[in-house]
């Protein structure tokens, strides 16, 4: 398997190393004062931290250029043909998202 | 025995090798395989099950017969060693010999050790299975033996990358290389074979009026000049994966009789191609009738490969028998080299073939039914319309047509193709991605249609690179067409065998679907049917219409059974070559290594560093007295320790404060510079992550310390967080484990002035 990473280009798998779904980009907003009521828990930070769809398909998890560039990326794929429809870089998605 | 004025072996450099200790002589050229078949040697090997004697069947990576012993290195196909002086190689699956086995006995308890007898058999009791039966039914069945010891040969592994990968050097496979490379494209051509040509070193085929392994001669001399065209002999692709990497594995050293040091016996190439020809031919498939197993009983094609490449003949008098026309070359070539032709036997009522005269008997309508001899075959029985008699011979050649090799394009899960004009599967369209089939690969069987689409496909190739095409002329071959009607198995008295090298016969698929075993994985589970070496390349075929049959559906709704990668068995030490020893992982010494070694203190590992853990003095005879005396030290006095190992990571920016904040539990920001606090980093969930100490430099800098098996896993968490939680943060940092060394100096005598000699220490 091949990663094209925005960056350096095509490479072999094994420089990535892999975290899972891509939930971990959108980590819920804390509301202080919610928060000091429910002892910080909220039905989101669940979902957050345990929920994870698991589908035969369409999928975006991140991957972790390790053995490169250390860019954290957002990969598109198929989960039953292994095929790679994007790369993107986490810091564009964030970016973009928090400005 | 060998052919005068036939084959490409070099007469003039004779070569001496034994075989189960006895001595031969063969040529520079000739393999294993066919220099026993010129000596005569026709008893190869014994079966896997019942220890039934067996010869050869083929002339390549196929073979399920003569499987051998040599240079340690068990279950190697006689058909791919390449003869070189003083080549000893033993059979394999015998006591005390090849010809008198005593397991042979278990033939004769045939009837009882059907499919499925050790699942009904072993039963009871339980306990039994793993002390008593498993030990015994493995030591009585199998393959070779390996060695105790470890193996000590030399393996490689390396990577290449290319426009085009051509997997196969026949003629489709040349075509495609020679458009691809005269275009200056990146091309790589790998085929299993020592010498590239494919069955065009093998036939009596002529291309634009020339011999066929002379134009493929020509056109290899042609490739070898190009720089961007890299031939790889010796080397079986043998899995396809995702991203257009595939896997190779090279013979670089098993030919060479004395491989110096630096040579490796193996290398398994990584091959990342952006598109990929496969040209892997086709492999010649057998017809099942009774005691069709014997020595002497060969693929027609390799009857015809050992005689036109190797110049040797199969047997004194060859019966040749088929359901196609492709079986005719075989008794032409054998014919027109003086070889006696017993009888051509054709199993169709009128073949087109028949007509016109030859120079051999010619029996249409016929069937072989059983065959005698012990050791070697000594005659066939055959049966036609107007009934059974028998036909004398010491060899047959059989043709039950041919298989596609098309397992590549089946390695990402999809299933081949059937096509009735063929009898056989093909690769389906698209199957791998950046994938073209070609020639007879893809059910081409013409060598002119192959020469075609091996240009063809590469011309598709150039324009999918972005690379302009070429003008080639097309050359002509002149071999005709191929006609075919299907025969899979020929009833008679005694055993039919599918898998010569799992020891299946045709009575055992059935009774697999009478026993509701009737899916071909399942079949194939509680038969062992295609399980060996040879992964069922010769059989599955022909258990899959047996089944078919037996199940009242088609060939195409009974499917095949899953093609995974290797297509040809892979040695670990090759996949893991350079893993050995201090190969297994890299090694980190911290700065006082090497007085830490030189005082004798034992190293033990974290993670990769080596670390002390103690250091004796003279007159300490327990790790524990020595122990004692440091903790003492730092107790009363001072002890120092290197603690290089320890993660350091140097943080900089004018958020670097707010950001350290943010990945540990506490505050950072308060931290005055010049100071140093410890800190605590959670998972996001919740967990802890790691701890150490962070010292701030400057307002804007900071340098941190992890714990030395997580420094890795720290770097990874402030980028994630600094990447995907806070990118509005101004700050950068990088890994400086290795440009600080750390020592910690601690005790109740420890003052500014005494850490002195430590900082002034030269490191």
């Known amino acids: ?99 | 025995m060998r052919v005068v004025n036939k084959g490409q072996i070099d007469r003039s450099r004779p070569i001496g090798f034994s075989f189960d200790g006895r001595n031969h002589v063969g040529f520079a050229g000739d393999t294993l395989a066919s220099a026993l078949l010129a000596n005569g040697q026709r008893l190869v090997g014994r079966s896997f099950k019942y220890h039934r004697p067996r010869g050869l069947w083929s002339a390549g990576s196929e073979e399920p017969n003569a499987l051998v012993t040599a240079r340690q290195i068990p279950n190697q196909r006689a058909t791919m060693l390449e003869l070189y002086d003083g080549l000893a190689a033993e059979s394999q699956n015998r006591w005390p010999s090849l010809r008198w086995d005593v397991l042979s006995i278990n033939d004769a308890f045939a009837p009882f050790l059907g499919a499925g007898f050790y699942y009904k058999t072993f039963m009871w009791p339980r306990a039994f299975w793993e002390g008593l039966y498993e030990p015994l039914i493995r030591r009585a069945a199998g393959l070779g033996k390996l060695p105790r010891s470890h193996d000590t040969g030399r393996y490689e592994k390396a990577y290449a990358f290319c426009d085009l990968l051509v997997v196969g050097a026949g003629p489709a496979g040349l075509m495609a290389a020679l458009v691809a490379g005269r275009a200056g494209a990146n091309v790589i051509v790998a085929d299993e074979d020592a010498r590239m040509g494919g069955r065009l070193n093998a036939e009596t085929i002529q291309i634009d009026g020339q011999p066929g392994d002379q134009w493929a001669a020509g056109i290899l001399a042609e490739l070898a000049s190009l720089p961007n065209v890299r031939l790889m002999p010796r080397t079986t692709v043998t899995g396809a994966y995702d991203g257009g990497t595939y896997g190779a594995l090279e013979r670089v050293g098993h030919h060479v009789a004395a491989p110096g040091a630096d040579l490796p016996l193996e290398c398994f190439w990584r091959i990342v191609a952006r598109r990929c020809i496969l040209a892997a031919g086709a492999i010649e498939r057998g017809i099942a009738f009774a005691n069709n197993d014997r020595p002497g009983i060969m693929a027609a094609s390799a009857v015809r490969a050992y005689l036109n490449r190797w110049g040797v003949a199969a047997g004194r008098s060859v019966a040749v028998w088929g359901n196609n026309d492709d079986a005719w070359r075989t008794a032409q070539d054998l014919a027109a080299a003086g070889v006696r032709v017993a009888a051509m036997l054709d199993s169709r009522a009128d073949p087109a073939r028949a007509k016109g005269p030859h120079d051999f008997p010619v029996f249409t309508g016929t069937q072989v039914v059983g065959s005698r001899g012990r050791h070697g075959l000594e005659g066939l029985q055959i049966r036609d319309p107007k009934g059974t008699r028998m036909l004398a011979c010491d060899c047959l050649a059989v043709s039950g047509g041919w298989n596609p090799t098309l397992h590549l394009s089946c390695h990402m899960n999809d299933r081949p193709v059937w096509r009735e004009d063929i009898a056989g599967f093909v690769p389906k369209p698209g199957a791998v991605p950046g994938m073209s089939v070609v020639g007879a690969a893809n059910g081409t069987m013409d060598t002119t249609a192959c020469l075609a689409e091996g240009a063809r496909a590469a011309q598709d190739c150039l324009k999918d690179l972005g690379m302009a095409g070429v003008d080639v002329d097309l050359p002509q071959a002149d071999d005709g067409r191929f006609d075919i009607s299907p025969l899979w198995v020929v009833a008679g008295q005694g055993r039919a065998w599918l898998d010569f090298q799992n020891d299946v016969t045709v009575k055992d698929v059935q009774q697999a679907a009478r026993e509701n075993f009737a899916s071909v994985e399942h079949m194939k589970r509680y038969t062992t049917q295609g399980m060996a070496p040879d992964q069922g390349k010769n059989s599955n075929m022909a258990a899959l219409a047996v089944l078919a049959d037996a199940t009242g559906r088609g060939i195409p709704e009974t499917g095949t059974t899953t093609y995974r990668p290797p297509f040809v068995p892979v040695a670990i030490a090759a996949m893991g070559a350079g893993g050995r020893g201090k190969g297994f992982a890299p090694e980190r010494f911290m700065t006082s290594h090497l007085p830490t070694v030189e005082r004798g203190a034992p190293m033990i590992e974290a993670g990769l560093w080596y670390r002390p853990s103690y250091f004796p003095r003279p007159g300490e005879t327990t790790w524990q007295q020595s122990c004692d005396r440091e903790v003492r030290a730092v107790r009363t006095a001072v002890g120092v320790a290197d603690v290089s190992t320890l993660g350091k990571i140097d943080i900089q920016g004018p958020d670097a404060a707010a950001f350290l904040d943010f990945v540990y539990i506490n505050r950072f920001s308060t931290l005055k510079p010049g100071r140093v606090r410890y800190g605590l980093m959670l998972r996001e969930d919740g967990h802890v992550l790691d701890d150490g100490t962070t010292a701030r430099l400057a307002p804007d800098h900071f340098v941190m310390t992890t714990t030395t098996a997580a420094a890795g896993l720290v770097m990874r968490h402030l980028e994630f967080v600094h990447q995907a939680l806070c990118p509005q943060f101004d700050v950068r940092f990088i890994s400086v484990t290795e440009q600080w060394a750390q020592f910690a100096i601690a005790g109740p005598k420890v003052t500014r002035s005494s850490q002195q000699p430590a900082r002034d220490a030269p490191v």
């Open chain 1, 1 to 99: 398997m091949r990663l094209s990473c925005p960056l350096c280009g095509p490479r072999d798998r094994r420089e990535f190393y892999y975290y899972g779904s891509d939930d971990y980009l959108n980590r819920p907003h804390s509301d202080p004062q919610a928060d000091a009521s429910s002892g910080g828990w909220s039905d989101a930070w669940e979902d957050y931290l345990h929920l994870r769809d698991n589908p035969a398909g369409r999928l975006r998890d991140l991957w972790y250029h390790e053995g490169g560039c250390g860019a954290w990326l957002a990969v598109t794929r198929d989960t039953s043909t292994h095929q790679v429809f994007d790369v993107a870089l986490v810091v564009d998605l964030k970016g973009k998202a928090g400005s």
